[in-house]
């Protein structure tokens, strides 16, 4: 991998005082990049298991058509999220997908296409290992782009792809001298499927039909529970400018020849328990009259007349994949250019806007061009009045920490509409508000509570366009009174039912016990309840709510207390799980994951965003917290941690800890946070498929990496102050889409140039390590000059520390 910049910084210089550099003299000032589309590579991420995926897609859209890869196993695929760089073998393009998750296989890979260039031989379902029904490919042969997707196989067929919101246009090429023919694997989405249904019209040239589907994590079910279950149906009709020479469906093991419907489902589970089971259709051309054939394709959630609706309001008849690519890089050049940046290497620039693009692919629109969408409680609604799109998926435990907060700075209406969805979903089963949405479905992934922070965040932010009033009163519930599924450990430990487990016990103890929680891990719970807590309680005071309410929540959000072990060493406090009895587990040590979810205790003890004061008490004041977090970023050599694998020290690669680096701008030594930022910066991201160091989960890591490029990240996930470090870039013109601008110029930013020496706001020189919520929203120009060379007086005073808004 090329990294982006190269880090020249050592373990010496981390401790040096080195005497005052005046910063170098400004070169000419670089021009705003034209065109951020260029920029972008859909192929980061691809491999390293980011998981994303370079198919063809728009903003936030609901239609995504990339490949699906195959390594052997039908019923499973190479890559979380069906698309692996290192795997050059595909058995179709499927038409959904959800960026970056982490549960193999991932969500959604609903109806894979696949132009086949052999004779139907048997049922593609019986292909129990895709060594017919499938063929490789070379990158070579590959083009991703925003919004289009073209890629040649080995077969000698070829499938071009561009899409609008919730609709896409193909050209396939087939060669002139082998059979042609197109397979709807309809039952095989990633996951499998209850149920599906292909139908075939000869005589108006459409193949149509749809998949019952869901069970995200379904395959990790356990104690006792698992996600194997359906919960939407995707339609889909496909439409041809070509008449048919002859066409066919399979079902299981039997392929019929001249069939026009087929129905059967593949179950949810895997290998030989799956194999053999399913059901699809296939068209044929006659290729020695034509070699080229245009699908348009549209799909739905609620009807197959909504899937006709849609593809009829998107892909107008004149439409070509040429056309369509047009309109979609104006779309996305649009959304893109909501920040422009100046300045830094090509890789940088290639990196930030890739990381812009991957951020601007969830949530995803769900609802119909009518307004209707499928709703949690299984039946179809329609949006709410001034409501400009229904969307779904929503990785709660993941977004909170950075996406959510970006979508809000650069998209505000989109976010008050995702409220607005959020909201709807809660009301529509039964008050709950579930922590990871798939589409509309429930799926208890993870835990704590992450619409809390969420939606305090985006109201922090100026976001308006949602029911404030509601949505908070409807949160407070869920955190203050019991509900059945918080006695359950169904699905325990990693998609526990209850969304505030055993409240009533953990009101009673303030903290979540870990042998009766009946959740993931009890420490983790406590502190993740205790950051929602608290974003309910900043929220609650900004909606006027009553002062008992609001203080008994900000009492709470310190009950991350409760679990903090003083003397738990190896060395010093740590965050430790522990029983009802009050005692704390035993066999501790820093590396345990006992108590915790995805990470250790190393990890989650600085996981307190919103209380960094009283946890630098806590770990032994500030100079020794400062010194444990100086030996959690590095190995004992002295260099960087920026990779996952060690649990005693930095994981990049998952959520947990993603905000540490900037920890040391509240402990009064931001010039730590400056180098750290930019190491992790340039040495966990990059360009190529490798670029990114984990799981993007829904834009996540993406979103951290451009807010770290700009020089500013989320002081905690309920507010809008942003703490500042070095922007990568020379300019950076944020454009809020409400009329809101916001500039950061770093006249000397270069890749040696990574520590802070003066800011000024509005001309005004600025000492504080952080940006006030008026910047955010009113706008402003903020300059940040910096320096090769760490300035260790700038930002350090008492007075020019964060503050944080606990009492």
């Not at 026009?260 to 068209?283: F, I, K, M, N, P």
């Not at 409240?503 to 929602?532: F, I």
Request: with cysteine; hydrophobic share 35%.
């Amino acid at each position: 991998m090329r990294v982006l910049v190269t880090c020249a910084l050592s373990l010496t210089l981390l401790g040096s005082g080195f005497a005052a550099t005046a910063a170098p003299a400004a070169t000419p000032a670089a021009d705003l990049v034209a065109d951020p589309v260029a920029l972008v590579d859909p192929l980061i991420g691809s491999a390293n298991g980011g998981n994303t995926y370079p198919g063809a897609v728009r903003p936030f859209g609901m239609i995504s058509v990339s490949p699906t890869s195959t390594a052997g196993d039908q019923t499973n695929t190479a890559a979380s999220n069906g698309y692996s760089h290192d795997t050059t073998r595909m058995r179709g393009f499927s038409l959904t997908h959800v960026n970056g998750a982490g549960c193999h296989p991932g969500a959604a890979g609903d109806v894979p296409v696949f132009p086949h260039t052999g004779e139907m031989t048997g049922s593609p379902t019986a292909d129990v290992t895709d060594a017919t029904y499938a063929s490789d490919f070379s990158h070579a042969d590959e083009l991703a782009e925003p919004g289009r997707y073209r890629l040649g196989l080995a077969n000698g067929a070829e499938m071009d792809t561009a899409v609008t919101t919730r609709a896409a246009v193909s050209e396939l090429t087939f060669p002139a001298d082998k059979p042609a023919n197109l397979l709807f694997r309809t039952s095989n989405s990633l996951n499998g499927s209850e149920s599906a249904v292909t139908r075939i019209d000869r005589a108006k040239r459409t193949v149509s039909g749809s998949v019952l589907t869901g069970a995200f994590c379904g395959r990790r079910g356990n104690g006792g529970g698992s996600n194997k279950r359906s919960y939407y149906r995707l339609y889909f009709t496909a439409q041809f400018d070509r008449s048919f020479s002859g066409h066919g469906t399979w079902v299981n093991g039997e392929l019929q020849p001249g069939s026009t419907e087929a129905r059967g489902g593949e179950g949810y589970e895997t290998g030989a328990a799956r194999q053999g089971q399913g059901s699809g259709g296939y068209v044929s051309f006659d290729p020695r009259r034509d070699q080229t054939v245009q699908m348009r394709i549209g799909i739905s959630y609620t009807s197959q007349a909504a899937a006709e609706a849609n593809l009829k309001a998107e892909i107008k008849r004149p439409d070509t994949v040429s056309s369509v690519t047009t309109d979609a890089k104006a779309e996305w050049r649009e959304a893109l250019s909501s920040v422009e940046v100046a300045g830094g290497s090509r890789d940088e620039q290639t990196a930030f806007y890739t990381g812009l693009y991957h951020s601007y692919l969830q949530p995803n629109v769900i609802s119909d061009v009518a307004g209707t969408y499928w709703g949690s409680d299984q039946e179809v609604h329609r949006i709410e009045r001034g409501q400009q799109a229904q969307y779904g998926n929503f990785s709660g435990w993941d977004q909170y920490r950075a996406h959510t907060q970006l979508l809000a700075l650069l998209e505000p209406r989109v976010a008050g509409d995702f409220a607005r969805s959020l909201h709807a979903y809660s009301r529509q089963h039964g008050g709950v508000w579930d922590r990871w949405l798939h589409l509309s479905g429930w799926t208890h992934v993870m835990t704590g509570d992450p619409s809390a922070p969420t939606l305090a965040g985006f109201y922090a932010l100026g976001v308006r366009n949602f029911d404030a009033a509601g949505a908070y009163e409807s949160l407070v519930r869920q955190a203050t009174v019991p509900h059945p599924d918080g006695l359950s450990s169904y699905g325990c430990p990693g998609q526990c039912i209850g969304q505030r487990p055993n409240l009533a016990d953990y009101l009673d103890k303030g903290y979540a016990p870990q042998d009766t929680c009946h959740c993931w891990g009890g420490a983790a719970e406590t502190l993740e309840d205790a950051v929602a807590d608290y974003s309910l309680a900043d929220w609650g005071r900004r909606l006027g709510a009553s002062s008992a309410e609001t203080d008994a929540l900000m009492d709470r959000a310190g009950w991350w207390q409760h679990t903090f072990n003083p003397d738990a060493t190896e060395t010093d406090g740590y965050q430790q799980a522990r029983k009802a009895d009050g005692s704390w587990v035993s066999g501790f040590s820093p590396s345990t994951d006992t108590g915790f979810a995805q990470g250790s205790s190393a990890t989650y003890t600085w996981m307190v965003p919103h209380d960094v004061a009283r946890l630098a008490e806590a770990a032994g004041g500030r100079d020794r917290a400062i010194e444990r977090l100086d030996a959690f970023f590095h190995k004992a050599d002295g260099s960087w941690q920026h990779t996952g694998g060690d649990p005693l020290r930095y994981d990049p690669t998952n959520e947990p800890g993603i905000h540490i680096p900037w920890m040391y701008n509240g402990l009064g030594a931001p010039w730590k946070t400056q180098e750290t930022v930019r190491a992790m910066a340039s040495l966990a991201y990059g360009v190529g498929p490798r670029g990114l160091p984990g799981n993007d989960d829904l834009g996540t890591m993406s979103a951290w990496y451009v807010f770290s490029a700009m020089g500013i990240y989320p002081q905690d996930p309920a507010r809008a102050e942003m703490l500042l470090s070095s922007p990568i870039f020379e300019r950076v013109v944020i454009h809020r889409g409400n009329g809101v601008d916001i500039v950061i110029e770093s006249p000397q930013a270069s890749a040696e140039n990574i520590y802070v020496w003066a800011v000024s706001l509005d001309g005004r020189e600025r000492t504080q390590s952080w940006l006030p919520e008026s910047v955010m929203n009113r706008g402003g120009t903020v300059r940040i000059d910096v320096a090769p060379d760490p300035n260790q007086d700038w930002g350090t005073a008492e007075a020019d520390l964060p503050i944080y808004h606990t009492s």
